[in-house]
């Protein structure tokens, strides 16, 4: 489950909130995309900043261990959230194992239903809607794996990964298995963090990283409360690997910003990041979200460090056309596309303040019709919406200096030529690179997220 690759970002984008215009995972270079709230989306605002308190004993003994005494850090001692992740669902069975001993209970009366030796492999089915436990018929609908000796620094292993906290099974309404990995925030963030961003990057780039990472798992508590967790381990929220995942930079990261969140109005914010700006951030009305005074564009000078950060897409009229075909935008054959030109931090009417494609207009023999911006990256497969457009020949390709291409030739080029990777919103990961040589991770955190504050959870 780990990347080292620089170029591998694994980002949060979930079906529940609001993205224009789909899943971005499509590209590689958008794994970091979020999806942003808006409007339209039912949020759950009482949700949003407000820890989630243990609900069973087996949470609060996993909540039991603390890494620093809060109180060397001058300020109250507040119980830190058990986070509920999603691991797997529509199992028809699950394999579990530790190497320790382990007991498995009844979640909803506490009563204990069988132990296990260190090294034992359990399979858990199901028959006639109720769990059974190697064979056995436990008579339970919801089980939860504990260690014995819940101090031990022994895991719970899944299908093989390796997990902290406990594994609650929970029975779905079609008869198949839920699995939970129900963790303490911060090792739940240890599993994220270096899924999100390289451990050989810079040690104020990976707090940053972690800051986000928790705050955006706080914003996230209950989003998928229907199917019986908080978060899901994969891009749809941020991408959990467990035990495997960690690193010891990663770990390091998380425990010097133990607790800590970025908060608005005393809420967690929603802390969007991406690969690269291109040398300005978006505000979050750019992708599809409504205006937050928190996600504004600012200019980044700092993301040059991004390598591949100038990308350039080419393809004929044609290629071009049939793609927005596909996508249900027939124009039939492509006479000239429309776009102000680009200049970063200006506005047009058809450019957002930080210059990204608002809306491109493509006038073909049968329509003319303007394409959002976000939806035009995701039907060409762009790597983000701070382009312009060349137009030329395979040899050479002319800039778009009056705002309009006309298509004369059919065997012409379109190049889209543009800057930065994913959506823009939030912080740049590879600005944060750039800012940790001279800066402290709050420093990056509140150049990329503004008029916020950062305090502790916990
Ligand atoms: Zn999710």
Not at 15 to 31: E, K, Q, V
Not at 88 to 111: H, K
Not at 241 to 268: C, D, F, H, W
Request: proline letters at 4%; charged letters at 25%.
């Amino acid at each position: 489950m780990r990347r080292h690759s620089f170029f591998v970002f694994i980002g949060i984008l979930c079906a529940l909130f609001y993205w224009t215009f789909g899943s971005a995972s499509a590209f590689a270079a958008d794994r970091a995309s979020v999806g942003l709230p808006s409007s339209t989306v039912k949020t759950n605002p009482e949700r949003a900043g407000k820890p989630r308190q243990p609900s069973t004993d087996a949470a609060k003994e996993a909540n039991t261990e603390k890494k620093e005494a809060p109180e060397k850090r001058g300020r109250a001692a507040k119980e830190e959230p058990i986070i509920r992740v999603g691991l797997a669902e529509e199992q028809a069975s699950a394999v579990l194992t530790s190497d320790g001993a382990y007991v498995f209970r009844d979640a909803a009366t506490g009563a204990e239903l069988g132990k296990r030796a260190a090294g034992t492999v359990s399979t858990v089915t199901v028959k006639n809607r109720r769990f059974v436990v190697d064979g056995k018929d436990v008579s339970a609908k919801k089980i939860r794996f504990t260690l014995a000796d819940e101090r031990s620094s022994r895991f719970l292993s899944v299908a093989g990964d390796k997990y902290r906290g406990t594994i609650l099974l929970l029975l779905a309404d079609d008869g198949t298995i839920t699995v939970v990995n129900e963790v303490k925030l911060d090792d739940y963030i240890s599993g994220v963090i270096s899924e999100e961003m390289s451990p050989d990057w810079p040690a104020e780039a990976l707090k940053a990283q972690a800051v986000a990472a928790r705050t955006f798992a706080v914003y996230s508590l209950g989003k998928h409360d229907d199917d019986g967790y908080d978060v899901c381990a994969t891009t749809c929220c941020q991408v959990y690997g467990g035990v495997g995942s960690e690193s010891p930079e990663g770990l390091r990261a998380v425990s010097a910003t133990r607790g800590e969140i970025m908060t608005y109005q005393g809420k967690a914010i929603y802390a969007a990041f991406y690969a690269s700006s291109g040398g300005m951030t978006a505000g979050s009305e750019e992708a599809g979200g409504t205006a937050l005074p928190y996600l504004q564009a600012v200019r980044d000078p700092q993301d040059g460090v991004a390598p591949n950060r100038h990308w350039q897409v080419s393809m004929s009229p044609r290629e071009l056309a049939s793609k927005l075909a596909a996508a249900g935008v027939s124009v039939g054959t492509l006479k000239a596309i429309e776009l102000t030109p680009l200049e970063l931090g200006k506005s047009a009417a058809d450019r957002y303040p930080s210059g990204r494609v608002k809306n491109i207009r493509f006038i073909g023999t049968t329509q003319k019709i303007d394409v959002a911006g976000p939806k035009l990256r995701w039907i060409v497969g762009l790597p983000s919406t701070l382009f312009d457009i060349r137009y030329g020949t395979e040899k050479k390709t002319d800039p778009n200096t009056k705002g309009k291409i006309e298509i004369t030739n059919p065997n012409a080029v379109i190049v889209f030529d543009g800057y930065g990777r994913g959506h823009g919103v939030g912080m740049s990961q590879w600005g944060a690179y750039g800012m940790a040589e001279k800066s402290k991770y709050r420093e990056i955190l509140s150049h990329y997220y503004r008029n916020v504050d950062v305090t502790w959870l916990f």
